[in-house]
């Protein structure tokens, strides 16, 4: 069987809403654990810090800001291929939202 052209176009197109779902996730994950005993300032600079100490995690969040623009773009030419692997990403990150909530 000769590969669709389609499904390969319709992975990179949705690069970029991958990404940015991927760095809202990890922000949220993150935000998520701090604000267990309540919201205060400690947490936006502690968010601040890990974003200035943490490069993985600042690498993470800048390829889901770099090219946001394209987000609405790549969701309206998604097929249902692209918004499963939406939905498999979102539930891989169920997880870690029990761990930072337990």
Do not use: C, W
């Amino acid at each position: 069987m000769v590969p669709s052209t389609e499904e390969s176009t319709s992975q990179v197109e949705n690069k970029e809403t991958k990404e940015g779902l991927i760095a809202g996730n990890e922000i949220g994950v993150f935000i998520a654990a701090r604000l267990k005993d309540g919201p205060d300032v400690g947490d936006a600079l502690a968010l601040i810090k890990k974003l200035q100490e943490e490069p993985e995690f600042l690498a993470v969040v800048q390829a889901g800001i770099d090219k946001a623009g394209q987000i609405p773009g790549e969701i309206k030419a998604m097929g249902f291929g692209g918004y499963a692997e939406l939905v498999t990403i979102q539930i891989s990150y169920i997880p870690k939202y029990l761990q930072a909530l337990s």
